[in-house]
Structure formats: C-alpha cells, structure tokens
C-alpha cells in the first residue's frame, strides 16, 4: 500500500488500542512478556540511575514504563504516543505511579516544543520505528533529545524474517530490499481472530543501520532473542528464526 501519514496511522492505534491493552494484561502477548520484555530490559541494563529522565517513545499504552517506573521511584519517566485512545488507558491504569507521566504527541513533537535543558538519559522505541510516517525523522528527533552520556534502546520486528512469519515472503509485491508499507490483520500468536488492521513498514537491516548513523547513532549491541527451552511449547507455532531485533545505541560523538 502507499505510504501513509501520521493521523491514519494514529488513528488505527486508536482501534487497536484497547485490544491490545487486554492481550497484554491477560498474558496473551507472549512475545511480549518473553521476548521484548526481558530483552529490552537487558539492553538498558543497569544504566538507570536515581536522578534521571526515560522517555518512551510510542509507550502505547504506558505497559512497559509502566513496569520501569515501579522499580524506579526516583527516575522520572514520560511516555508520549500520538494515540489519543492509547494515552487514555495509559493514564487510567498507570497514573497512579508519581513518577510517571503520559502525553499524546510523537516524538518529533516532542522535540519541537522542548528546551535544551529538556533531555533524557534513556530514550526506548518499543516496537515503534516500524510504525512511523517518517523513520528518520524519529530516529533523528530521539537522537537529539538524548543527553550526550545517553542511551537510545530499540526493538524493531525482524527484517529478514518477519514476512517470513507472517508468511508473504512470496508476494509478487514484496521485496526486501525496498521499502514497502503493508496493512495486515493485529495478531498475535494467541490471538488470530482479531479483524482489527494496522501498518506497518518493512525496511532491510542496512536502512536501520544507514538511518542510526545518519542520526549520529552508535549501535553498542544488537540482540536476536529466540524463546528459551521452556517457552517453545507454549507457542502455537514453534520459533524457526528470530521474530524481533533489537538494539542500543549511543550518540557517536559520546
């Protein structure tokens, strides 16, 4: 499909808002709470210090901050997202936590309306640069809200295998080394009966790369996680391949 803007794409996050909300609270998300969880959790590390600011970019709806913030009581954490509906349930269900704020823009928003005293230590994009109107507007915008020791964490579905799991590897109109929008059903592996659709865009591992580095990113660590021995019964369709990357980066003037 042709490349869309940001208000439809906040506008399907709208819909799929509270079904996603609910797949996560009821454990329906298992690459969630097994995968991008633990694995986004280890990329940061130990670099959360009290005294310091975590921006989500594209927190959704505020699960992972959410978590964060609940170890961290003397960090302050904001999470912004442009859906509206999102941000409504992040602050229903996570707005109890002091430390923690959520407001409805994106990043590149973000940047706009701040001062330069207005940085963040860690900065998460959670599933988010596959999401956006424009990638290296974002990944320009996170580069340059970080503070100069700052960290910038990533999880991105696959490039080489996603459309392998979602199985149109073999369209005529897929090719990966392009970049191509595609709308597919919301669905996750215990839940295939959603008729709810979002958009997202498939891009090769060397345009994630390029786009880093064109923000002024170093990429320390990238990780492949796979479903540990315990966990691969638990999947409907057992794990060939890695479904998820991730990664940390820092400014490369650090």
């Given amino acids: 499909m042709d490349a869309q803007g940001k208000e439809r794409l906040a506008a399907e996050w709208d819909e799929v808002a509270p079904h996603r909300e609910e797949l996560i609270a009821s454990g329906r998300d298992l690459s969630y709470h097994h995968i991008l969880l633990p694995s986004l959790t280890d990329l940061i590390g130990d670099t959360l210090k009290d005294g310091q600011r975590v921006l989500d970019a594209g927190c959704g709806t505020g699960t ?9 009581p003397r960090i302050d954490f904001l999470g912004i997202d442009p859906s509206v ?20 823009l994106a990043v590149e928003e973000l940047l706009a309306d701040s001062s330069a005293s207005q940085r963040f230590d860690v900065i998460i994009a959670n599933m988010l ?21 700052g960290i910038f964490v990533f999880a991105v579905p696959h490039p080489c295998f996603w459309s392998r799991y979602w199985r149109y590897d073999k369209e005529r109109w897929f090719r990966y080394d392009r970049e191509v929008w595609i709308e597919a059903p919301f669905q996750t592996s215990l839940s295939r009966d ?17 786009g ?31 479904r998820f990357l991730l990664g940390r980066c820092r400014l490369a003037t650090a």
Wanted: glycine fraction near 4%; aromatic fraction near 8%; hydrophobic fraction near 45%.
């Fill in 64 to 72: 992972f901050l959410a978590h964060l913030a609940a170890t961290h």
């Fill in 85 to 104: 509906t999102s941000v409504e349930i992040a602050k229903e269900h996570r707005a109890p936590l002091p430390n923690v704020q959520f407001r409805t």
């Fill in 129 to 149: 640069l596959q999401n956006v109107a424009s990638f290296d507007d974002v990944v320009a915008a996170c580069a340059k809200l970080l503070t100069s020791r």
């Fill in 194 to 210: 959603s008729e709810l659709t979002t958009t997202h865009v498939h891009r090769p591992i060397s345009a994630y790369i390029n």
């Fill in 212 to 242: 880093l580095v064109r923000a002024g990113l170093d990429i320390g660590e990238l990780c492949e996680p796979m479903p540990d021995a315990g966990l691969e019964g638990v999947y409907p369709v057992a794990w060939e391949f890695p």
